[in-house]
């Protein structure tokens, strides 16, 4: 039996029920392969593969025949559901939990009647087993973060007892970096009066005990991670705290590239600055992030910049130089699996990227109704703008748009 008797249907299934069976072209399948690269100076690099990723898959599809455009629109509307659908793929008989990621319908009216094309992104997901209620998620985070500070405190105290005149100099100079990076950061932002002037007695403790920070440590790591936390949470705009944090990101990078930083610092910071971006990321909602992909990128993001740090303390480790304290290491790896779980909640109501390709001339109002709906006038004039704004309307094709034209919208 050759491989042409062995395929079967391209089936997709929804969340409600409806089952799509399509004819098919091409499929490809692409696959992220979790890998950390070690580089040396004098040979070849070190490749760690850790685990394989999820499985993309990008399907041409089409529906066929005198019914083909009704079938088309009840795919299309039954895939605005934001539930996971269910892929049946030809040729391995095995059917995949999924995300739509992307679509493109392509109605072949003159080119070739009587078929509706798509174009389909689909993303290999999971179902979450005991999720975190999403108004727990935000509080259980926070709480995790106040635990894993505790412990960043006691731990940062206890090696600073053991450490020598040279060290202690590297310590005061990257806590003042530190600081200096963090006021620079957040002082872009626009605070309250008395929260400004919170913050800046803060930064004056912080600067006060840089030059005692042997003898202070615990009252240092304090105030550092405060200050660090602080300036994140009186920040108003979810996605104005997730900007510094970026910037923070960049600090941590820099800590981790300079060969004199002291790992100990690099360690309090590392947790502080990861704590608090994954902090800011659930604390934004589906509105803060507008897609799937956004959140999706926001979570990499977290487990990028944790897995950096985790690979530098080991390597510190292995050199003697720190000692990873195991209690954190749980604290902080449970951290990093609750903001995962609360960024998958937040996934599942963004909305969808469509692309929409005109077949013919068309005015903006009617494709904007068919596309995005809106009964209520005050609903429509939001989406008519939002239309207007991601694809950068103007002109003449506020009033007419011309066959070819690709639309992006959220859905």
């Given amino acids: 039996m050759s491989w042409q008797d062995r395929i079967t249907d391209a089936v997709i299934e929804t969340a409600a029920g409806d089952r799509f069976v399509f004819e098919f072209r091409d499929i490809s399948k692409k696959r992220d392969e979790r890998t950390e690269v070690f580089e040396f100076s004098d040979s070849q690099d070190y490749v760690q593969r850790k685990f394989s990723g999820s499985e993309v898959f990008d399907l041409a599809v089409w529906f066929s025949g005198e019914n083909c455009d009704e079938q088309a629109e009840g795919f299309e509307n039954a895939t605005r559901d934001i539930r996971p659908l269910r892929f049946t793929h030809p040729l391995r008989k095995r059917t995949y939990l999924v995300q739509l990621m992307g ?48 412990q960043n405190s006691d731990y940062f105290a206890n090696r600073i007892v053991d450490k020598t005149p040279s060290a202690l100099k590297k310590i005061k100079k990257g806590i003042s970096t530190a600081t200096a990076a963090v006021a620079k950061s957040a002082l872009a932002y626009e605070y309250a009066a008395d929260t400004l002037a919170d913050f800046e007695s803060i930064a004056t403790a912080a600067d006060a005990l840089v ?141 969808q990227e469509r692309i929409f390709v005109l077949m013919k001339d068309e005015d903006l109002f009617p494709i904007c109704y068919r596309l995005l709906g809106g009964d209520n006038p005050d609903d429509f004039d939001s989406k008519l703008l939002n239309l207007i704004e991601i694809n950068k309307l103007g002109g003449k094709e506020l009033y007419e748009l011309k066959q070819g034209r690709r639309l992006k919208y959220y859905i």
């Fill in 103 to 150: 679509l493109v319908r392509n109605d072949k009216l003159a080119t070739r009647a009587n078929e509706v094309a798509f174009s389909l992104s689909l993303h290999e997901t999971i179902d979450l087993e005991n999720i975190v209620k999403q108004e727990n998620a935000a509080r259980i985070v926070d709480n995790t973060i106040n635990t894993l500070n505790l």
């Fill in 211 to 351: 030059e005692t920070v042997d003898t202070n440590a615990k009252a240092m790591a304090d105030v550092l991670q405060g200050y660090i936390e602080f300036s994140a949470k009186a920040i108003v705009y979810p996605i104005e705290k997730m900007a510094f944090y970026d910037e923070m990101i960049d600090l941590l990078y820099d800590l981790i590239a300079d060969s004199d930083s002291d790992p100990d610092l690099v360690l309090l910071s590392g947790l502080s600055i990861i704590s608090g971006l994954s902090l800011s990321s659930v604390l934004a909602t589906e509105n803060d992030y507008v897609t799937k992909t956004a959140v999706f990128a926001q979570s990499q993001k977290i487990y990028n910049t944790a897995t950096a740090l985790t690979v530098y303390i080991e390597d510190q480790e292995l050199s003697g130089l720190a000692e990873f304290d195991p209690r954190q290491l749980e604290t902080f790896n449970n951290l990093i699996s609750l903001s995962a779980a609360r960024l998958s909640q937040i996934a599942f109501k963004t909305k």
